[in-house]
Nanobody, 118 residues
Framework: EVQLQASGGGLVQAGGSLRLSCAAS????????IGWFRQAPGKEREEVSC???????YYQDSVKGRFTISRDNAKNTVYLQMNSLKPEDTAVYYC????????????WGQGTLVTVSS
């Protein structure tokens, strides 16, 4: 059974940090790109960052310099380190797996809520 388990969300003040984790099982993790998406209330889901199987990373412009994505293939886990958080980063964050960044997502995890207070 394929599973993507996102965790690490919570309530933080503006300027603070959180680290999200996405733990995967049930597929060949090292062959897949993992992306982080977010959906704020009343807004469409957007991709925040992605890391492919070679470790190449991509970021949405609004998070460049603040967020860092990384992966640990030994642990089948992808991390999203979020620093200098802003109230506009408040959203439910999801991770998803695909054959490459920009490819259709094959597997989705449940979301983890990040709330940034001003």
């Amino acid at each position: 059974e394929v599973q993507l388990q996102a965790s690490g969300g919570g309530l933080v003040q503006a300027g603070g940090s959180l680290r999200l984790s996405c733990a995967a099982s049930g597929f060949t993790f090292e062959h897949y790109a993992i992306g982080w998406f977010r959906q704020a209330p009343g807004k469409e889901r957007e991709e925040v960052s992605c890391i492919n199987s070679a470790g190449v990373t991509y970021y949405q412009d609004s998070v460049k310099g603040r967020f860092t994505i990384s992966r640990d293939n030994a642990k089948n886990t992808v991390y999203l380190q979020m620093n200098s958080l802003k109230p506009e980063d408040t959203a439910v964050y999801y991770c998803a797996a695909s054959r490459g960044c920009g490819y259709p997502r094959e597997y989705w995890g449940q979301g983890t809520l990040v709330t940034v207070s001003s």
